[in-house]
């Protein structure tokens, strides 16, 4: 590299067929920023570029299984047993779910949420049988479920969820994951490898290497100081390169074609 | 002459021909950089300081957080409350919840006609705020000083989410609906 710095100085002086080579020093800066944070330069490109190519249909979860409704109760008497259950405590939230072949009444106090049978008032427990249920019926294609386990401690793929989770482990092509809440039993998230794919991606992108999350810390700031620098000054320097001998070779490569 | 390029071997200082060998490869990452630079060198300009933004500002002032009030949470004795059911089957619903219309509770019945608003006390029906509501509501929840200019139904979403009722949007306005910057406006879309 020291070299071609050298000859290209030496060329400068040389430039008696009037070739000038100007902002040197800004070409060498250039180079050595470059070499610093091209690998980041690269890693952004590919990862940008495998993000855009990743159908995002398919890392948001894939197809879903259309699940209808479950009919609304003729009777009304889970009313005055939620309320009994609740004794007294203020309720902040309230509303209807549909949970497979049945409606929850979910409700909201200081305490915490709380799922009801819309139909007998009584509390709904999700435990890992419920939760299967709840994954199965949302998956598209009914798979069969390997495993189910409740989550200890948050994982990559609910990281902007609340214990307690239930992980329920397809056995399809996709490796499907889905998350099922175990407080009210709704399906949190799809997770599957196109999203595993994607998701590793996105750490490259925002390098925030532990957690995946923010791409407003120092050192992103900092990359990308260096590489808005670098942008501006390589498109200032196009313009500060001699273009005549290479658009020349261009034009005789047009007029006599096949030549290497 | 012609051949010369600022880039390319020396010719006149003629070090070892090997060496002329060593830097073809050399010679041909300068040319492709060069290139390259000048078919996407402007958009490359624009994904770095477009990138760049990104990271300097942070996304909770983009989202407007500051822009917006935590209010304590409205609540209700369940004593108080009719049967939700009730009041679903009342109004021909697919889904009800509870929210809050003038700090007093309200379910909401999401059927195929819309929604309906109803009082969840007594059963009757809560028109949809006016105007000045929803000014008052807007200044409860703004964390500025600044008054707002105009208050307009848009029909257009400028969240990405599809667009709300008049009446919904002005009950969940507390919790969303704030753009940061410059411009902050209160937007309740849908019909009118």
């Known amino acids: 590299m020291a070299a071609a710095f050298r000859l290209s100085q030496e060329e400068k002086e040389e430039g008696g067929a009037g070739m000038i080579i100007k902002s040197i020093w800004l070409r060498n800066i250039h180079k050595r920023v470059g070499l610093i944070i091209g690998l980041q330069f690269l890693v952004w490109a590919i990862s940008g570029a495998a993000m855009a190519l990743l159908p995002m249909d398919e ?26 259950a609740l004794a007294g405590q203020q309720i902040t939230k309230l509303s209807l779910r549909s949970l497979p072949n049945r409606q929850a009444l979910q409700v909201t106090t200081s ?23 709840i994954a199965s019926a949302a998956h598209p294609t009914g798979s069969a479920v390997m495993q189910v386990a409740s989550l200890h401690e ?9 214990l307690p989770i239930w992980q329920v482990d ?26 595993r794919c994607w998701d ?33 000054t390589g498109f200032w320097l196009l313009f500060r390169t001699m273009w005549r001998h290479d658009f020349a070779v261009l034009r005789r490569r047009w007029r006599t074609p096949m030549l290497p | 002459v012609a051949h010369a390029s600022p880039w390319a071997a020396p010719v006149s200082s003629d070090p070892a021909r090997s060496f002329r060998a060593a830097n073809a490869s050399h010679i041909s990452a300068r040319k492709t950089h060069k290139w390259l630079g000048l078919f996407i060198g402007l958009q490359v300009v624009i994904w770095s300081l477009s990138g760049l933004y990104m990271t300097v500002v942070h996304i909770d002032t983009i989202h407007g957080d500051h822009l917006i009030r935590a209010l304590p949470p409205n609540t209700v004795d369940a004593a108080k409350l009719a049967d939700p059911l009730t009041v679903l089957k009342a109004n021909n619903g697919q889904s009800v919840r509870l929210a809050w219309v ?62 709300a009722s008049w009446s919904l949007a002005a009950m969940s306005c507390g919790a969303s609906s704030t753009s940061s910057g410059c411009c902050t406006s209160w937007t309740t879309s849908g019909r009118m």
Do not use: C
């Open chain 1, 170 to 195: 397809f056995r399809d092509e996709k490796n499907s994951s889905y998350y099922v809440s175990g407080t009210i039993g709704e399906s949190l998230e799809r997770r599957n490898d196109s999203w």
């Open chain 1, 111 to 133: 305490q915490g949420v709380r799922p009801f049978d819309a139909t007998d008032g009584q509390p709904i427990v999700i435990d890992g049988e419920v939760a299967k249920a």
């Open chain 1, 200 to 232: 590793f991606f996105w750490m490259l992108h925002n390098m925030d290497y532990a957690e995946r999350t923010s791409f407003n810390h120092p050192l992103i700031i900092m990359v990308g100081f260096a590489m808005g620098w670098l942008s501006i």
């Open chain 1, 59 to 84: 890392v948001a979860g894939g197809e879903m299984a259309d699940q209808a409704a479950p009919t609304i109760p003729a009777e009304e008497h889970a009313w005055p047993k939620v309320h009994a």
């Open chain 2, 102 to 163: 003038r700090n007093r509770p309200a379910y909401v019945v999401k059927g195929d006609a819309g929604e309906t608003v109803v009082d969840a006390r007594n059963y009757r029906s809560v028109p949809p705020p006016a105007k000045a509501e929803i000014r008052s509501i807007a200044k409860t929840t703004y964390t500025g000083s600044e008054r707002s200019s105009t208050i307009g139904t848009s029909r257009r979403s400028t969240s990405r989410r599809p667009p």
């Open chain 1, 154 to 162: 948050l994982t990559l793929a609910v990281r902007e969820h609340e």
